[in-house]
DNA sequence: CCTAGTTCACAACGCGTGGTTGTGCCCTGC
DNA sequence: GCAGGGCACAACCACGCGTTGTGAACTAGG
């Protein structure tokens, strides 16, 4: 289906008269004529009835035109998105399947005219270069730790502190347990596959491993979720960290468990990222909703890093 | 913007190999990297970066990406609207903003996922014509009167009574009227343009007036109801009748009367149509819709043609 | 370190699509 | 019945797009 065709053919049925759409469209008569007819030809059926006054909609083409008009504003719409001029808010998140990416869901959910392109980055450090580029608008990241220095263009707000939950498959020591202290996981392996030296994960549980003696072992390509959910699922040894607020899938039949870990409860900070010049108001509106929603004051029974 | 290109675009991010697309698409590699060239061309922007093992989406890529996808999936939906096996419910309404619009955009809501298609046809004959041939799956006519032969292979229901309401400008005698009975608007002139003498609404608003002795005015061209309603605004004499679940709109400042008739109240009888043998399943989730909403009984306070 | 095998880009060529001009038919309205 | 407006068909031409052929850049493996 070709796209001039399609708006040759909403501007005869707004103008009513091919030799009027065709000076709308600064083409000739014939032209129309022939883009129209085309058009048919590929739909297999009649779009316009023919008279002495001009072309009137058969009813196929009254029944194509809205999904016409959708399809221009499909194509507008994908435009703008790369036009860096009005282009929609652009956020990086992590992962699609975690936290960050549910709260990007809830400011939707609020603000459903907002354009929203969703993009995910290799690591904070391009993120953070995206972001004082213009590139992208804003990132959640967890940039509270390791404490690093951030350029003062730059702004930070911390907008989740999320839960972790101990993730094991039906064979698992503690898979039975409801709830386990952070003390009980001491000689643990935590499976975190494909977080290599450096990234803002390793981080954070480099302290957490250090702090509290669990064997965090980052070994091994990571396949995605899937493939590690598998892994866990039919180990007895494995186990890894979720977030409460994480949107991870598996198949039922998995059986896997989310273990509470309290005394104190790991929490893993995520943090949005933004340009402090950057004019966007959806950027501000996206703020806004995060402070909002912004966790409470921390409180003893929590942990993160100092 | 070329939907071609754009759908090669999609191929190659799923593929993550230009020569992988290509083979998915039954082209050459080349076509391939001069389509999403040319795309990359259109949009001013770099939707790939080049690497040895393949392709990988930019950030303006993975933000096109989307809305690529969206702009497939409405060419999709508008290839579907004319496509005679599997396409939209198509319905005809005389008009998109009286009441059969009303109940229709009901059911839109009570079942989102329905593809539905409004048209509008010239006349109850056409749209019966319509029916029977298949190119529409249903028309809300006032079918019910004059008690016309409908053929054996044509259902109908009774789907709607809308009362009437006398509308009338600020300077008419009637205009500060809380109330009226038909009965006191014998004499009155209700206009009602462009409604030839033969078609539907005019075998109802002929019985009417002869009736309770109005004057019905379908004389002039009928402009539509932007110009019926200035006219009225600004007529000392002329009125009209406008459907309760109408749906016009008009300015602020035309200052119009919506003033309430009864003993009896005349309510105008839209029936849905259909073939009986359309096997379209969305033709049954729009009658059992419509009977769920369908109007009481007729008591006495209501007048409709016998 | 060099080679074999990827990857994508560039060049040259040819066909087909889609634009233009010119003309004809048909319907409407005076 | 004739004039005028509206759309379709025909011929022509050019640009676009796909093809084949080749080259440059990068990766992986010995």
């Given at each position: 289906?070709?796209l ?21 469209l ?13 058009l ?30 959708d ?72 940039v ?17 502190d ?41 981080a ?12 965090i ?5 990571n ?42 409860t790991?929490?893993?900070?995520h943090?949005l ?26 409180d ?7």
């Amino acid at each position: 289906m070709d796209l001039e065709a399609v708006r040759t053919f909403v501007a005869v049925a707004d103008a009513g008269r091919f030799q009027e759409a065709a000076a709308d469209l600064s083409i000739t008569q014939q032209a129309v004529s022939k883009r129209i007819a085309a058009l048919e030809k590929d739909l297999a059926v009649r779009l316009f009835t023919r008279t002495a006054r001009g072309a009137r909609l058969t009813v196929d083409g009254q029944a194509f035109l809205p999904h016409a008009r959708d399809l221009l504003r499909a194509e507008e719409r994908a435009a703008d998105s790369v036009r860096p001029a009005r282009r929609a808010l652009r956020v990086d998140v992590i992962n699609r399947r975690i936290a960050p990416a549910a709260l990007l869901r809830g400011f939707h959910g609020a603000h459903p005219e907002t354009e929203l392109d969703v993009v995910t980055l290799f690591d904070a450090d391009t993120a953070i270069a995206a972001v004082r580029a213009g590139t992208i608008d804003a990132s959640f990241r967890a940039v509270a730790l390791p404490p690093q220095q951030l350029p003062d263009d730059i702004g930070t707000a911390r907008v989740l502190d999320d839960p972790l939950r101990l993730l094991t498959g039906p064979g698992h020591e503690l898979a039975g347990a409801g709830a386990v202290t952070l003390a009980e996981l001491a000689g643990q392996r935590i499976w975190m596959p494909g977080n290599a030296a450096g990234t803002e994960w390793t981080a954070y549980y480099d302290r957490l491993a250090a702090e509290f003696g669990l064997i965090i072992d980052a070994v091994g390509p990571n396949f995605g979720s899937d493939a590690l959910l598998e892994s866990i699922a039919g180990s007895p040894t494995l186990a890894t960290f979720v977030g409460e607020h994480d949107r991870l899938v598996w198949p039922a039949h998995y059986d896997l468990r989310r273990i509470v870990v309290h005394d104190p409860t790991p929490v893993y900070p995520h943090s949005l990222v933004w340009r402090r010049d950057n004019p966007h108001p959806a950027l501000a509106a996206l703020r806004a909703h995060l402070d909002s929603t912004r966790p409470d004051a921390p409180d003893d029974t929590l942990w993160t890093p100092t």
